[in-house]
């Protein structure tokens, strides 16, 4: 019987190398996109307010299109300029700042924000105690700085006119005196904008500071009221065609007015009184 060895017969498949030998370099890849979007994402979370707001108004309006107005200003400005249409948004996004505030529970009362014809209004009521000044004086609290700056900061990245107004109550001065408060409503809108300036408005931002001392009164049935007093920031629209508002304007409205008036003319004033 013969010596027979059996026949092996090697078949080799073909390795997974040519099919799938570049996998792993879309899984690398997709691992790199992903750390890339981390750290841009922890940079956002630790870079400042103006910068959060520029990315995040690219990503609402890549092209820089939705809200042109004219603006000559660069930055995150021109995508967040008021107009009668957004101003409710800015509205919201005010509060939910001002509530941070650590005494919000406190002043809230004091607050108010009003979309009008003429803007944004965010009028800031006194107390008989004093809620955002000293009592009689136009030194700003604690309470009163921390709030202007906050809206100082918020307010200051917009392309948008800001006018200052201050009012008081009909609680007279003595006969005799030499300050009033046509001087006193004056004298806070002053510091409300010194400060505000100060804090992130521009300085070109500010174009009236008014002093109207009682003579618009938020309780005409209560002139004494406290909340008589307070300070008033108009945030007001863009005009994008201010050539035709001009030529509908007369000769007569172009006058000044005399709320602009210097408020230092204020009638001698017969009693004591606190504001």
Do not use: C
């Amino acid at each position: 019987m013969e010596n027979t060895r059996p026949i092996i017969i090697v078949k080799k498949k073909g390795g997974h190398g040519g099919h799938h030998g570049g996998a792993w370099k879309v899984a690398y890849a997709d691992f790199v996109t992903a750390m890339m979007a981390l750290f841009i994402v922890l940079w956002l979370l630790n870079s400042s307010k103006q910068i959060q707001v520029a990315v995040g108004g690219y990503f609402k309006d890549p092209t820089g299109t939705s809200k042109q107005v004219g603006s000559n200003l660069s930055g995150s400005g021109e995508n967040f300029t008021l107009t009668r249409d957004n101003m409710p948004k800015l509205k919201e996004q005010l509060q939910t700042t001002i509530r941070e505030m650590n005494d919000f529970e406190k002043l809230k009362s004091h607050i108010e924000m009003t979309v009008t014809a003429e803007g944004l209004r965010i009028e800031l009521s006194e107390s008989a105690a004093g809620t955002f000044f000293n009592t009689g004086s136009d030194q700003l609290n604690g309470d009163g700085r921390e709030l202007l700056i906050m809206l100082a900061k918020e307010l200051g990245q917009l392309p948008n006119k800001i006018s200052i107004e201050g009012h008081t109550d009909a609680s007279p001065y003595a006969a005799m005196a030499n300050y009033g408060n046509w001087e006193l409503s004056a004298d806070r809108a002053n510091a409300a904008r010194r400060l505000m300036q100060s804090n992130g408005v521009r300085d070109d931002q500010v174009i009236q500071v008014r002093g109207f001392a009682d003579q618009r009164l938020r309780k005409p049935e209560s002139p004494l009221d406290p909340s008589n007093r307070r300070i008033s920031l108009i945030v007001q629209y863009v005009v994008k065609n201010n050539a035709e508002e001009d030529a509908k304007s007369s000769p007569g409205e172009a006058e000044p007015s005399k709320e602009n008036a210097a408020p230092h003319e204020a009638p001698p004033r017969k009693t004591d009184a606190t504001h």
